[in-house]
């Protein structure tokens, strides 16, 4: 390619277009799997229990510390199958490109998509590229589809969770939240904090062959706390956090109470929240302490009987219900 | 949902985008694969040679004389596994949304899908909505994901194509390219053209069992030519057009003449590119002529050994080669 900036040919489906797949998505995407002249391709070695999920991405900016958008897509995906108990197999790629974009940075994105589905044993199976006019877009938004086989022995299904069970979370909340939003420069903050973004099929794996662990998910927009109201919905039961167990870390801590977010609601990219036995979770607190990713894993509330609602229990024995959130603190996070 | 419009709160995480999700996307689109409260879905009764394709869709406008997004991307990718020899069973579909979308709009479009994907027989396991700011994006941008099982009998692939060959479509080209250039009423021309937008399924199986018939290719993005240099690109040799059998509806030539365009490069959404030997030709001739959707199926070329280009034999005798596509004509058109 000897553009510096895309160009609307770029998606017209000519020459532009074909050097723009070869040069650059098929250059960094490449594997035996994808096949760039076909309009479907065959998905080899693919037997078990077949799990899918997608996800859009589309946040600003496109590179922020600690990620950008090319691993976020990978570990978001690659996250929502471990968390479901599959291993990412293979994805699709759909590429929603602004005119104007600059191909250095897209070659970046991609480069850094693709190392991470490397990094996750995926195989990009399929893409699809279009541009839209300078102002119809923000620069690079991907969406992505994931099939994975399901590797997990235990059933992971929020149907299973009762009160007496435990909450736990696999590390700080709120990191990525906090870390792009200082990336926006609009508040004229800054500091030394990344994105968590990253995969967790480490820390899922580890846990997929406990029959007491119940329930993972990776709490990504609205964070920890719509994770626990999505729970409270699905069981009738109440969450309780111990808000002095939840990890938080201090610069995460010291923005919000600045700008007055909450840190409970800001998106991770890189953590699970699991529900388990009280002697399950003991099980899955030591083996994701045992990894890099888990050594701030804590054990942070429990399910009550009572009425469907989030309860946080403060450090001084209070009680404060968290109502569901409602208008959006942070948009394009993820 | 009580909004009129699209807010950035229906993309946060909570209860907004609950709403948008359960009351709208769930009520279109629910089935018994789908779970909206699960990060990934297991697919039943996936047995066999499973083929996957993507695809991006931003049209503009997002509804056009003949069809609007929601149907149109539904037939890109229904159409991209039936012209691989598969039938589409299930889709992932990512949505991502501009903030201040009307609201009846985007029902009316996810409708449309919902209807669409039912007539072909697909299911859709998982979805995603983003809302990103007014200004960031288009109305309405749909990626989906098709996973299908093969059903064809015969190997479809251009490698197969060799000189000998001749070459077939099932209808009129260039209504899609002309009917959406229409609707955005830019150029003053208005008139009773259709999209073509539909879906290629019953052509396609009509065809799957000759072993005669060598490749198919709905021709989209860069219109029949741009499908004729993909084949002289991947087989070496000179894909030859007879113009005087290319069927073209009156309108679409006047509109072309008008603002010189050339519709053997516009955009189609629902016909059918094929390449077979003389014999298996005639057969899908027949049976595609047969089927309300192939009645002006014609044989329109063949392949010839030789220079690898497209020529356009005219119906004066004479030979004009058709350079591959570089400037854009019509963005934003699939």
Known sequence: MNEERILLAHGNGGRFMRELIGELFARHLGNPALDTDADAVHLPDLAGDILVTTDGFTVQPIEFPGGNLGSLAVHGVVNDLAVAGAQARYFTLSAIIEEGLEVALLDRLIASFAAAARENGVAVAA?????????EGGGLYLSVAGIGVREATTDLSMKRIAPGDVVLVSGPVGDHGVSVMLAREQFGLSGGLLSDSASVLPLARAAWDLPGLKFMRDPTRGGLATVCHEIAHATGCAVVLDQGAVPVRGEVVAVCEMLG???????????????????????????WRALPAGAEAAVIGRIDAGAARLILETELGGRRVLEELEDDPLPRIC
Chains 1, 2 share one sequence.
């Open 261 to 287: 977010y909450d840190p409970y609601f800001l998106a991770c990219e890189g953590r699970v929240v699991a529900v388990a036995t009280p002697a399950a979770a003991a099980e899955v607190l030591a083996r």
């Open 127 to 135: 893409g699809d590229t279009k541009v839209v006019r300078h102002g």
